[in-house]
């Protein structure tokens, strides 16, 4: 359940901002007055709008007034997340953006199906024929309802990854999601976010980016984006623009063969990281690659000192 401590309100509306499901608004009286409108009936318990509360009046508490647990970092027990739909879709983009990553855009009918909503973090299963679904996490911005955004690796060159392939505009996809969860269930200790990806694991990082950097939950985030090779870059010219536009917001890229031209930094990872190990500690980190990155990243952030509460991860295979 949401528990609302309203004596402790500003009415600074950050709540009613984030909310991804409309449960939490504010009218304004004929006394001039500000209140709150909050509809228990369509709230998920998310936790995102006592992430973004700057006075501790929001938490998510279970049944008996205690902070919900977190058991994994990739669950949140108990909580309502946003209802499961099944939509059927058309593909509005599909483009290769690196030598082994597509992009895919897929919209629909917002007259038939209505919007779709889903947290930062999650995926859907999209579904290539009637019965055969491939798992991809949602690279678009949770505030974009009528379609959704992918970085698809055909790196494996698997079932999924051909499918993409042969895909053309116009051609009919299902879905079904959103499933799983990244965002913590209790409010962050630090308003500092970093991101760190491997190669399309940037994608449900990206979504979390655009929706911290939107909603003001960030007052500071850092994106490390590490790949092979000049080939793999993707995402470089988006990133940059958003450096220039948002001052709250850097960009690093971190490759194991930088190309001869390069222009910047040729730091690795690891390097790039060291440089951070102070801010680091004061920080929430997110992270998103194969097991082998993720596990290796998340141990170096360890031995640096960070607390494993301070880090919320998600793998692929």
């Known amino acids: 359940m949401l528990q609302i401590l309203e004596q402790r309100c500003i ?4 709540c009613e901002k984030t909310c991804l499901n409309k449960s ?19 709230c998920w318990e998310c936790g995102v709008c006592a992430d973004a509360c700057p006075k501790d009046v929001l938490s998510v508490v279970d049944g008996v ?6 058991e994994d970092c990739d669950q949140i027990p108990g909580a309502q997340l946003p209802p499961v739909r099944e939509i059927e879709a058309q593909v509005q983009i ?24 889903f947290l930062p973090g999650q995926f859907v299963d999209l579904y290539f024929d009637s019965f055969t679904a491939r798992a991809y996490s949602i690279a678009s911005s949770p505030f974009q309802r009528d379609f959704l955004e992918f970085f698809i690796s055909t790196a494996q060159h698997g079932f999924g990854a051909e499918c993409v392939k042969s895909l053309v505009v116009g051609e009919k996809i299902s879905f079904s999601g959103p499933f799983g969860i990244l965002l913590p269930v209790n409010p962050p200790k630090f308003p500092r976010k970093v991101f760190i990806a491997a190669g399309t694991g940037v994608a449900p990082l990206r979504s979390m980016l655009y929706y911290f950097l939107a909603a ?5 985030a850092v994106l490390f984006h590490a790949m092979k090779d000049g080939s793999e870059l993707f ?7 958003l450096v220039r536009a948002d001052k709250r917001f850097q960009y690093v890229v971190a490759m194991l063969d930088f190309p001869k031209t390069w222009p910047h ?12 190990k102070t801010r680091l500690l004061q920080s929430e ?9 993720t596990q290796s990243t998340v141990d170096k952030l360890i031995g640096f000192g960070v607390q494993q509460s301070n880090i919320f991860y998600e793998h692929y295979h």
């Open 235 to 241: 995402l470089y010219d988006e990133f940059l623009a």
């Open 11 to 14: 009415h600074c509306r950050l």
């Open 265 to 276: 930094g040729r730091e690795g990872l690891d390097a790039a990281l060291l440089k951070e």
């Open 24 to 42: 939490m608004q504010f009218i304004t009286t004929p006394s001039g007055q500000l209140e709150r409108r909050f509809n228990a009936a369509t």
């Open 94 to 117: 599909v483009t290769r953006v690196a030598a082994s990553t597509y992009f895919l855009r897929i919209g629909w009918d917002m007259k038939r199906f209505k919007e779709f909503s």
């Open 285 to 293: 980190i997110y992270l998103c690659g194969g097991p082998g990155f």
């Open 216 to 220: 003001r939950v960030a007052s500071e």
């Open 65 to 70: 007034g205690q902070a919900a647990p977190v």
